[in-house]
């Protein structure tokens, strides 16, 4: 039987963000303020904004908004794991597990404090298709979320302006490519393929436009999301 979403009750996201340091990733960062073929067959993104849509916005607020809805909804997801942990989850799973979704608790937090009043609304994840009590379920949903996030960021890096921003986002999707091999290595331990097919021919990894990487992930979040007005 699936779990449903629950909230963490043994800590709140405030008391792990005391424990992983967000003043010390902020201030190193430098700034104050499904792949595959799940997403290569996502349909585009519609046209028309309907009034209850989440809007990203426009130019580098909008990329960084486009992050922060991300972030928000691996940080839900990952919170979700170790609120519910699947059967027989290992020490060793539950410490990488536990790590990974402290790390995303972060990036959402730096995201949201960056684009301040500019910052979206907080998003409700769709976890429905997800059986949490499932050790394939959860690991196949985190290997999606980190390989999508990386495609993400590497997609919109050449939409960002402002040298800044594109410097946190080139420290965090490095940071969310160490989340996806941990992933990967739990799923198939010791394999060979340890890229999971997300590595093309010429040794790149997956580049993924807005538009493709919010069709895809859609299914997962209740509210409508709009990249209409991003920078192409």
Known sequence: MKKTLT????RSDSEMLVRVDRRYFLRSAGVAAATGAFILG???EQDLVSDDTVDLGEGDFGILNYAYALEQLEAAFYIQVMTTPYLNMTDMEKWILTDIRDHEIVHREFFKTALGSKAI???TPNFSSIDFADRKSVLGAA???EDTGVA???GAGKLIKD????LVAGKIVSVEARHASAIADLINPNALEFAGGQINNMGLENAFSPSVILSGVQPFV???ISGKNLPR
């Open 42 to 44: 996502a349909c585009t």
């Open 163 to 166: 040298v800044n921003y594109l």
């Open 152 to 154: 993400a960021y590497n």
């Open 121 to 123: 609304k907080g998003l």
């Open 7 to 10: 909230q963490p009750s043994e």
């Open 143 to 145: 290997k999606l979320f």
């Open 222 to 224: 209740m509210d409508k």
